[in-house]
């Protein structure tokens, strides 16, 4: 195993403490979830819950909680906030698989490909008036404002990404542009949403924002590398997807930096073109881990990380704060 992928292994617990915090709140979120997934067009349960009880650690729900808790939150509208981050992220993950034509979501197969990208997008649909209607019950202006303004942003990101497909000269600038807005955003407004459901001050709320946005980044940047460095079932989506769908992801870029004019008729034809053969991902899985490009995409996200938890230092020393620490960690070291 290189050095970029031994980075890649699990911190074992990592995220249990957190999980474990949360695990009430968690429970009434999934019963919010459950209920409001609810509809007398019998597809739209099924479909829903073809994703959701697909399972993951649902971080940005538990986020919202989190952040609720550590700012001196006790009451139950965070719960309803959390349930519609992951009602918005399901969402999200509906239109992309259609867009993207992805074949797994999860480790499942992805929903467009058994009940059709109309019926999946239309689902989507759902979801988001489903979260904005969560978000009206908790009579909360400030809320409803941050998670409406995320959703615009996850859009245009995911906009910018596509009209930027297969550009072999994407900046850095861009690149951190785009995944700020289509991945960072949620965690960003999933944490302000919780501080604005406890009362929290201003200052609270922009830490608890900066936490989120920076483990946001993390998030992605270390998403990124371990589409060329993980394994299918490890990640619950086929390895190597990024690459046969021609995004400009970061290790992707460095490597066509790196290796220069020796393999820019590679890159074209792979990425450019997207002419590409069952032997080209290995080839560019190889190129991209020898030009040190994961190493440097994981430096980065670490930085990140380092970066959302200096954000906490506002808060007291507790399990909370502790366990949303140990979250960012998690964040560059995990490999789902």
């Known amino acids: ?131 904005f209607e969560l978000m009206v019950d908790t009579h909360s202006i400030q809320a409803l404002d941050i998670l409406a303004r995320a959703s615009r942003l996850i859009a245009e990101g995911e906009v910018l990404q596509l009209t930027r497909a297969h550009d072999l000269n994407l900046g850095q600038d861009v690149y951190l542009e785009i995944i700020a807005a289509k991945t960072a955003e949620l965690f960003a407004a999933a944490a302000e949403a919780g501080a604005v459901s406890a009362g929290a001050s201003d200052e609270a709320r922009n830490a608890l924002r900066n936490f989120g946005l920076n483990l946001g980044l993390a998030f992605q940047l270390a998403d990124d590398a371990l589409d060329y460095g993980g394994e299918t079932a490890a990640l619950g989506k086929n390895a190597g997807d990024d690459f046969r769908e021609g995004k400009s992801t970061l290790p992707l870029l460095l490597a066509i930096a790196r290796t220069g004019t020796a393999e820019t008729a590679f890159w074209q034809r792979t990425v450019g073109n997207l002419d590409q053969t069952d032997a080209d991902f290995l080839r560019a899985r190889d190129l991209i881990v020898s030009t040190g490009a994961i190493d440097a995409t994981l430096d980065l996200a670490a930085v990140y990380a380092a970066t959302a938890k200096q954000a906490l230092s506002i808060f007291p020393a507790n399990n909370w704060r502790k366990a949303l620490e140990s979250l960012a960690d998690f964040s560059v070291t995990r490999r789902t």
């Open 1 to 131: 195993m290189t050095s970029a992928l031994a980075a890649l292994a699990p911190e074992p617990g990592s995220v249990d403490l957190l999980i474990d915090l949360a695990a009430k709140d968690m429970a009434g979120v999934d019963v919010l979830i459950v209920q409001r997934m609810q509809s007398p067009v019998a597809v739209i349960p099924a479909l829903a819950d073809h994703l959701i009880a697909a399972g993951g650690k649902r971080l940005r729900p538990l986020l919202t909680v989190a952040a609720d808790r550590l700012a001196g939150g006790h009451g139950d509208n965070c719960l309803k906030l959390a349930a519609a981050v992951e009602f918005i992220h399901t969402a999200t993950l509906l239109h992309d698989d259609v867009v993207d034509g992805s074949q797994l979501r999860r480790g499942k197969v992805a929903a467009h490909l058994i009940w059709g990208g109309a019926q999946s997008v239309l689902v989507g649909d759902f979801l988001f008036a489903r979260a």
